[in-house]
């Protein structure tokens, strides 16, 4: 597999113009294996809008285990994982 190699270290001289890949300049490193989709944290107005579900809807599901847990990220604040809050919907959707 080939590593990947941060822009400012490739050299750069005696290359086409363009990226190393063939892409030309300016669309971004190309994607590897190697990176993984950071880890967003939704707060409720974004788990709102998401789900259609209220706060009260939400916070019932979520003790009775059918809905995702909430995390702790301050004293005063919740959210929750992107990605568990999307397995959810699509387990809704029927995917």
């Known amino acids: 597999m080939k590593q990947y190699t941060p822009a400012s270290v490739r050299s750069t001289h005696n290359e086409e113009p363009g990226n190393r890949d063939g892409r030309p300049k300016g669309l971004g490193?190309?994607?590897?294996?190697?990176?993984?989709?950071?880890?967003?944290?939704?707060?409720?107005p974004a788990i709102r809008e998401r789900t259609g579900l209220s706060r009260s809807t939400i916070w019932r599901l979520e003790r009775r285990g059918a809905f995702p847990r909430h995390r702790r990220i301050s004293a005063n604040a919740v959210a929750w994982i992107e990605d568990e809050i999307n397995d959810w919907i699509r387990e809704r959707r029927g995917e």
């Open 29 to 44: 490193a190309a994607p590897t294996l190697d990176r993984v989709a950071p880890l967003r944290l939704l707060r409720f």
